[in-house]
């Protein structure tokens, strides 16, 4: 069902929502770059939007929640100091007008925050996390619980938190929470983070950005100013709140695109889908197509913060069911999802090319299993949970770094849906090859 109805708005609700007036005042205050602090306005935003308010479509309904990972260098990027300057305060002015702490626990356990859901009630809120990387450091170990941490995380951005007991009050239900998350880290993450992170489908919920250009050169001028500039910016920010405060009262729950916009946004859902499609038949190993695969869903999402950003200053008036998503709307988001593409491209490039490939050349006596798993079975093929077992070891980064050095010198080559198709039946019963709809191990064979 599509909205063609329009509603009236203020000249300056049309110019720009809230996401483009609060950028603009963050870039105004801290030398950050554009993209992070267009991050940081879209996630209040959907903070504001909270978990009643959804686009109903084919694959679901979709609530409002995104989750950005901001990369950067320490001292250069001022990923935080927005945070502490700008964004802690209006949120604190923002939980004392809606008589709620917006804020969710930036430090936790799993059990922990289980326990602090379930107990206050609150599973509602943004988590705003400094150094992402450890979190992906604890679920880079080989204990279950490491996994744990990554399922843990994704059923928060999907909202199933599954029933945990806990050692305090054992069993424990959180019931459809609602978060929304806002970290960065530093480029060591591509020291710790781990094929595991995409595989399990964490990182395909991350939207990333990345720094790339030297920050703002400030004159002496705007480098230093006088106690009035900081009363001034206290004002701005108790005005930015008394407004959200407005929006989060919104009647409207239902977010709906103009047949332009649907069709703008179902065409850029099935061209990513069609492209990840592609990359996965390229190659099974390639993790770029579950990344893919999401943007037509994050740009939806985008598309509809978008259209509930621009009723910040006429929110009092407002009094439609119905929020109209618009083709204006649907544009910046495609747009949007398509830097963050960008982002996780050179994310996936960074982390490839570290040092841990070169140190994978030192398991010298691993590379000799490996090849000779293959070379000495009668099929000349190997499946990867054959190669493991004979390694005797599951420490999967180390085996991804093995496994693409191999690819890499030639030495190795992962065989296609295709092949694996054509396979005689007796052959993938040997090696407990199971194929359907989709669904292709992945299995290895020499070069010819």
């Known amino acids: 069902m599509y909205c063609t109805t329009r509603t009236n708005k203020d000249n300056e609700d049309e110019a720009g929502g809230f996401i483009e007036k609060f950028k603009e005042f963050l870039l105004s205050q801290i030398p950050t770059s554009p993209e992070w602090a267009e991050d940081i306005a879209t996630s209040v935003v959907s903070l504001v939007a909270g978990p009643d308010r959804y686009i109903s479509t084919r694959i679901g309904k979709l609530r409002l929640n995104v989750w950005f990972l901001y990369i950067g260098p320490s001292g250069l990027a001022y990923k935080t100091t ?86 305090k009050a054992k069993l424990e239900e959180v019931l459809r929470p609602y978060v929304v998350f806002l970290g960065c880290t530093t480029p060591y993450v591509y020291d710790v983070v781990e094929p595991t992170v995409f595989i399990q489908g964490l990182g395909n919920r991350l939207l990333f950005d990345c720094w790339g250009e030297r920050p703002k050169a400030l004159t002496a001028d705007e480098l230093f100013y006088d106690l009035k500039e900081d009363e001034e910016r206290d004002r701005l920010l108790h005005g930015f709140a008394e407004r959200l405060a407005g929006l989060w009262k919104v009647r409207g729950h239902f977010l ?72 204006e709307d649907a544009k910046w988001a495609i747009n949007k999802v398509e830097r963050h593409i960008r982002a996780f491209e050179k ?20 590379m000799e299993v490996f090849l000779s798993v293959i070379a000495n079975n009668p099929d000349r093929i190997a499946t990867q949970r054959e190669v493991l077992e004979a390694l005797g070891w599951y420490r999967s980064r180390e085996f991804y770094a093995l496994r693409e050095a191999l690819i890499e010198e030639g030495k190795i080559r992962v065989l296609m849906p295709e092949e694996i198709e054509k396979l005689p039946d007796e052959v993938k019963k040997r090696h407990g090859i199971k194929t359907g709809p989709g669904r292709y191990p992945i299995v290895f064979a020499l070069p010819p």
């Open 82 to 167: 927005p945070w502490r300057y700008c964004l802690l305060p209006l949120l604190l002015r923002l939980s004392e007008l809606v008589g709620q702490d917006v804020l969710l626990p930036s430090s936790f356990s799993i059990e922990g925050l289980v326990e602090y859901m379930a107990k206050s009630g609150r599973a509602w809120g943004l988590i705003l996390k400094d150094e992402f990387t450890m979190v992906l450091k604890e679920a880079s170990g080989d204990k279950g619980y490491n996994i744990d941490v990554l399922e843990f995380l994704s059923q928060l951005y999907d909202g199933t938190l599954q029933k945990r007991y806990t050692r």
């Open 347 to 366: 994310f996936i490039n960074e982390w490839r090319v570290r040092p841990i490939k070169a140190r994978s050349m030192l398991y010298k006596a691993e």
């Open 256 to 327: 709906t695109p103009s047949p332009e916009a649907a069709s703008r946004l179902a065409e850029f859902k099935e061209r990513k889908e069609g492209e990840a499609c592609d990359l996965y038949l390229k190659d099974p190993l390639d993790l770029r197509p579950s990344y893919l695969a999401r943007a037509g869903e994050m740009a939806i999402k985008l598309a509809g913060l978008h259209a509930f950003s621009r009723l910040w200053l006429s929110s009092h008036l407002y009094d439609e069911e119905i929020i109209p998503i618009t083709l």
